[in-house]
């Protein structure tokens, strides 16, 4: 029997496509030392239900079953971290359903007489009180490896919402909007992957979430300015969540 045990994790999943799963998964050999892995079903069949230090939680409530699942897990867990856009954004599922009735996109697949159910698809803050977010689709490991090693030593993570265009600064990237009139969503995107996509000559598209404060009204006037279609751009950031309300300002 351990004299110190050490603190225990569950890594659990809701409605998502498993990338964050896989993203812990491969990066678990690290945190083996120092965690006990009490729940993770995506990896192990052995899984105890018990009270944990850190849960990481990826997916959004779409189902009536996700969010059963998530109340169990917060009420078990001390620090409840949101991994990925569909956790912390609701992803391609929430902005599905921002265009449209649930109950109409299960008939249109599904027919009238469909015994699925499923619920306006959001992100667990709306459910649940959330202690950190960690975006991303799917998240990058140094963040999540720097979380978590934040959240054992008991301390809340510091995590930039700047935008990508801090990153390609950082990188000394061209820019992509300026040099190659690419319709870059970097400026109201937040950043975290390192500008990825800039940094290959490619225009950043929104997956990991609006910044903090994003200027959407700034970015369609760029975007118009440049002859983009601004609104079918900016349509890009609601497809990974991005709510309706940042949208508000925008005159184009
Ligand atoms: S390439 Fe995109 S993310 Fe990079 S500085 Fe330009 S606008 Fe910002
Ligand atoms: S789309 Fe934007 S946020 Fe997503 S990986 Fe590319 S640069 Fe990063």
Not at 4 to 11: E, G, H, K, L, Q
Not at 84 to 105: I, L, S
């Amino acid at each position: 029997m351990e004299t110190n045990p050490r603190p225990c994790i569950a890594v659990e999943g809701l409605t998502g496509c498993a990338g964050e799963l896989l993203v812990i998964l491969e990066n678990l050999d690290k945190l083996l030392p120092f965690v006990r892995v009490a729940s993770f079903p995506f990896a192990q069949s052995q899984n105890d239900d018990g009270p944990v230090d850190i849960a990481f939680v990826e997916g959004s409530v779409s189902q009536p079953h996700d969010l059963e699942k998530l109340k169990r897990i917060r009420a078990k867990a001390r620090w409840l971290v949101a991994v990925g856009n569909c956790a912390v954004w609701g992803c391609v599922q929430g902005g599905a359903c921002a265009k449209c009735k649930v109950t109409d996109m299960l008939e249109a697949v599904y027919g009238q007489h469909s015994e699925i159910q499923a619920l306006e698809s959001r992100p667990l803050d709306a459910y649940v009180n959330v202690d950190v977010k960690l975006s991303g689709c799917p998240i990058d490991k140094t963040q999540f490896l720097s979380v978590t090693a934040s959240l054992l030593k008991d301390h809340l993570p510091y995590i930039t919402h700047k935008p990508v265009c801090l990153e390609c600064k950082l990188n000394e990237n061209p820019c992509v909007l300026i040099e190659k009139n690419l319709p870059c969503l970097g400026p109201v995107t937040a950043a975290g992957c390192g500008a990825l996509c800039p940094s290959l000559g490619a225009a950043c598209y929104g997956c990991w979430g609006p910044s903090q404060a994003p200027q959407m009204d700034a970015m369609a006037t760029i975007l118009s300015e440049k002859g983009y279609e601004a609104l079918e751009i900016m349509n890009r950031l609601k497809t990974f969540g991005a709510p309706e309300h940042l949208f508000e300002r925008m005159n184009v």
